[in-house]
């Protein structure tokens, strides 16, 4: 019987024994090390890998599964749920909780101000938000000596499962993080380099969207995962659908700002009671830049658009810089394998379409009349536009669709050229790309149901062909969403003439793959004619990588200059 036991004993694992399966949060740790960030970006990291392998696919799913060293020890009552601006906060906090980490939060912010900023929704002010209040999550003096008090100690799993979305939304993102003196922001911005930017760092796109960085490959691209409403999880690229905006914006990367707890004591168990939390300045952050706003060369005049971002004396575009920062050693690029992804982070792209259109039918929003006014800005509103229209995730979609074709013109030119950078020892570069494009529209299949319930199967050429008729109008039928105009397709929608009408004159704003948050778009049907100012544009962009290809395969020079 005693060998038994032991021999079940040495199957355990040891963090069974470090953590136990409590709700408490006990501080035992008064700051954030070096080390405790590492661990931090290991524990994102091991997240990142299995959510890009759809090993699981929610946030409460990848918790309880093998990529999270701590899932033996969560209470039963933990429910884990978060979006895309919940998550970042998500992790840290459980990371901390699990840690005994000290934790605090921006609690209450306002705009910045600034000509016409006051007022706004705080998460798209021009100029960014700035902090009025913070929250710490930490033992009070008063909790210890009130000997009727059931817990000493924070409940961890009372505050991830209600409490934590008091506190995190995407407006707590819209600022540069220059302020750290008593009411700090919860990140920096940081330095473009793979010291700075890593597993954990959070990337900030100023239309409302947040990720978190899983993995940096050796030839610099950034790989994040992220969260959305649905509570499901999702992995992606870096690339330019991530806008740059005004620096007070704080677009872009970004750490948690490491914390301290001061003025506490040890209670007898060993945790800290007590105290405040102080942020670290950014003078003594080491990882801290500003570059990523203003360039590596700022404009003499301070526009922040003009800054240059130069890389061995070569001016290059602000995502190549961080891409060439980000290489390790000097960057090679492989057309191929960088096709290869670029097509399959669309395809992730168009599979999370599915999910948010899903969520917007399943509510019933088609059904509905359809408002008489756009919202003020179809970017960034409230209610059921904001939870089930698509324009910013269409934008993004466009302009990854931009991109790939940008880059394969790019590829075939520098190869011409004999561009050292570019690894490719094939003999027609345009023909291998349009085989590796072809293998990724034939391994990237979805497919929705038609109002009757039809299943109507698509692929990601399919959605290349459909890009700029995709509705991301939540009051439309599911046909319209997916861009349909096969009349036996569009049988079974049930859009009134209105609904129709409405559907025709957003073309102009479908074809516009900027998010601009700054123009006005709560216009009328009637008033919705033609392109207007920072609304819609004339004609959609070229997106046929397809078409340019196989133009290019018969060119007479495909092989490099000698």
């Known amino acids: 019987m005693n060998f038994g036991m032991g021999f079940i004993i040495l199957l355990i694992s040891p963090l069974a024994f470090a953590f136990a399966p409590t709700p408490e949060w006990r501080v035992t740790k008064p700051y954030w090390t070096e080390q405790d960030e590492i661990k931090f970006g290991e524990f994102v990291t091991s997240l990142g890998f299995a959510i890009s392998k759809h090993k699981c696919g929610t946030v409460d799913k990848c918790l309880a599964s093998s990529a999270n060293p701590y899932r033996g020890t969560d209470p039963v009552e933990l429910k884990p749920k978060a979006d895309c601006a919940d998550f970042p906060y998500y992790l840290r906090s459980y990371f901390a909780w699990k840690n005994g980490l000290p934790m605090s939060f921006e609690s209450v912010l306002t705009a910045r101000p600034g000509p016409g900023n006051l007022g706004k929704d705080l998460r798209y002010t021009t100029y960014g938000n700035i902090v009025l209040a913070r929250f710490d999550l930490l033992t009070t003096q008063n909790a210890v000596e009130d000997p009727w008090v059931e817990s000493l100690y924070p409940n961890a799993v009372v505050f991830l499962n209600q409490d934590l979305i008091k506190y995190a939304w995407t407006a707590n993102f819209r600022m540069m993080g220059r302020e750290d003196g008593e009411l700090f922001t919860d990140f920096y911005p940081v330095k473009i380099s793979r010291e700075a930017i890593r597993p954990g760092t959070v990337i900030y796109d100023p239309n409302g969207h947040v990720t978190i960085v899983y993995n940096i490959g050796d030839d610099g691209r950034i790989y994040y995962i992220d969260g959305h409403p649905d509570n499901s999880v999702s992995a992606g690229l870096f690339n330019s659908k991530f806008m740059r905006s005004l620096p007070d914006q704080g677009a872009g990367f970004k750490n948690f700002r490491p914390l301290s707890l001061i003025g506490a004591v040890q209670d007898s168990s060993g945790a800290y009671v007590g105290g405040r939390i102080v942020g670290a300045k950014n003078v003594a952050l080491p990882l801290y830049g500003t570059e990523q706003f203003y360039g590596t060369n700022p404009d003499p005049?301070?526009?922040?658009?003009?800054?240059?971002?130069?890389?061995?004396?070569?001016?290059?575009?602000?995502?190549?810089?961080?891409?060439?920062?980000?290489?390790?050693?000097?960057?090679?690029?492989?057309?191929?394998?960088?096709?290869?992804?670029?097509?399959?982070?669309?395809?992730?792209?168009?599979?999370?379409?599915?999910?948010?259109?899903?969520?917007?039918?399943?509510?019933?929003?088609?059904?509905?009349?359809?408002?008489?006014?756009?919202?003020?800005?179809?970017?960034?509103?409230?209610?059921?536009?904001?939870?089930?229209?698509?324009?910013?995730?269409?934008?993004?979609?466009?302009?990854?669709?931009?991109?790939?074709?940008?880059?394969?013109?790019?590829?075939?030119?520098?190869?011409?050229?004999?561009?050292?950078?570019?690894?490719?020892?094939?003999?027609?570069?345009?023909?291998?790309?349009?085989?590796?494009?072809?293998?990724?529209?034939n391994s990237c299949e979805f497919s929705y149901r038609t109002t009757d319930g039809l299943e109507v199967k698509m692929n990601l050429n399919e959605a290349r062909n459909r890009l700029f008729d995709l509705s991301f109008d939540p009051y439309h039928c599911i046909e319209l969403r997916w861009g349909a105009k096969d009349p036996r397709e569009l049988a079974s929608c049930h859009d009134s003439l209105l609904k129709r009408s409405w559907y025709n004159q957003e073309k102009w704003l479908r074809y516009q793959w900027e998010r601009q948050f700054e123009y006005r778009m709560d216009y009328s049907l009637e008033e919705l004619t033609g392109p207007l100012p920072g609304a819609g544009i004339a004609e959609p962009p070229d997106v046929d990588i397809e078409g340019y290809l196989r133009s290019q395969i018969n060119s007479e020079d495909v092989s490099p200059r000698p």
């Open 301 to 441: 005049g301070g526009d922040w658009s003009k800054g240059k971002f130069i890389f061995q004396g070569k001016t290059v575009s602000y995502y190549d810089y961080v891409r060439l920062r980000m290489a390790k050693g000097a960057l090679k690029l492989d057309p191929l394998l960088d096709l290869k992804q670029d097509v399959a982070d669309i395809c992730e792209s168009l599979r999370d379409r599915v999910r948010a259109v899903d969520a917007a039918i399943e509510a019933g929003i088609q059904n509905k009349d359809h408002p008489e006014r756009l919202p003020e800005n179809i970017y960034g509103s409230m209610g059921e536009w904001e939870d089930y229209a698509t324009p910013a995730r269409d934008a993004r979609l466009k302009v990854t669709f931009m991109e790939l074709l940008n880059e394969a013109k790019s590829y075939i030119a520098r190869h011409k050229e004999g561009d050292t950078s570019i690894v490719y020892k094939g003999k027609n570069l345009p023909r291998d790309l349009l085989t590796i494009y072809q293998e990724g529209v």
